[in-house]
Antibody, heavy 120, light 108 residues
Framework: QVQLQESGPGLVKPSQTLSLTCTVS??????????WSWIRQPAGEGPEWIGR???????NYNPSLKSRVTISTDTSKNQLSLKVTSVTAADTAVYYC????????????WGQGTLVTVSS | EIVLTQSPGTLSLSPGERATLSCRAS???????LAWYQQKPGQAPRLLIY???SRATGIPDRFSGSGSGTDFTLTISRLEPEDFAVYYC?????????FGHGTKVEIK
C-alpha cells in the first residue's frame, strides 16, 4: 500500500522560502498512472489545491499561487518537493501531499500533513 | 475558478439519524466531476465519493452521493458514532480544482 509522508521545517520567517518534501513508500513516484499534488489547509478552513506534477515533470499550478510555487520530483529518492517563496502569515497551514489518478483528479491517497507556521 | 458553497455550516444530529449535506457550485461541474471527503481532527481528508455518486473503496453503503450540474448532495442514511466529522466537497471538472469550506456533523 502506497504511503505518503511530508517533512520539513515547522516554522518559517516572513519573506523567506517554505520548503517541504513528501516521501512516497510502497510504490514508485515514476509510475505513469498518477499525478502528485500539494494541498494546504489553514486552520478551520477548507483545503486549497496548490499544484501537481506528473512523472514527465510537467506541472500545473493554482493561478492564485503560481508566481510563488515550484513543485519538483527526485525519482532517485522517490520524493516530491514544494517550494513557496516570499511567505507571509497567510501561508500558515497544514500542508499535505496527495495522489490522484491521471484521468480522475480527485485525491485517493493523502499524507498525514505537516503544519507550517509563518512567524518571526 | 469554480466556487463551492456547502450548507449547512454545522449539522447537529443524533446517532441513527439521517444526514443530508449540500454542495452548490458557482457554475456547472463538468461530467459530474465532484468528490466528497470526510475529515476528523488531526487527520487528512479521506475520500468517500467520486463521480458524484460512486463510493470509494471500503466506504460503507450508508454513504451515498447524488446530483449533477451545480447541485450535489451527500447523504448518510443512519449516522454511526464514527461519522461525526467535517465533510468537504471538491470539484475536479475544471482547473484549478477547488474545495468547499465544509459541513461539520456534530452530535446533538
Amino acid at each position: 500500500q502506497v504511503q505518503l509522508q511530508e517533512s520539513g521545517p515547522g516554522l518559517v520567517k516572513p519573506s523567506q522560502t517554505l520548503s517541504l518534501t513528501c516521501t512516497v513508500s510502497g510504490g514508485s513516484i515514476s509510475s505513469g498512472s498518477y499525478y502528485w499534488s500539494w494541498i494546504r489547509q489553514p486552520a478551520g478552513e477548507g483545503p486549497e489545491w496548490i499544484g501537481r506534477i506528473y512523472t514527465s515533470g510537467s506541472t500545473n499550478y493554482n493561478p492564485s499561487l503560481k508566481s510563488r510555487v515550484t513543485i519538483s520530483t527526485d525519482t532517485s529518492k522517490n520524493q516530491l518537493s514544494l517550494k513557496v517563496t516570499s511567505v507571509t502569515a497567510a501561508d500558515t497551514a497544514v500542508y499535505y501531499c496527495a495522489r490522484s489518478e491521471v484521468q480522475t483528479p480527485y485525491f485517493d491517497n493523502w499524507g498525514q500533513g505537516t503544519l507550517v507556521t509563518v512567524s518571526s | 475558478e469554480i466556487v463551492l458553497t456547502q450548507s449547512p455550516g454545522t449539522l447537529s444530529l443524533s446517532p441513527g439519524e439521517r444526514a443530508t449535506l449540500s454542495c452548490r457550485a458557482s457554475q456547472t461541474v463538468f461530467s459530474r466531476s465532484l468528490a466528497w471527503y470526510q475529515q476528523k481532527p488531526g487527520q487528512a481528508p479521506r475520500l468517500l465519493i467520486y463521480g458524484a455518486s460512486s463510493r470509494a473503496t471500503g466506504i460503507p453503503d450508508r454513504f451515498s452521493g447524488s446530483g449533477s450540474g451545480t447541485d450535489f448532495t451527500l447523504t448518510i442514511s443512519r449516522l454511526e458514532p464514527e461519522d461525526f466529522a467535517v465533510y468537504y466537497c471538491q470539484q475536479y471538472g475544471g482547473s484549478p480544482w477547488t474545495f468547499g469550506h465544509g459541513t461539520k456533523v456534530e452530535i446533538k
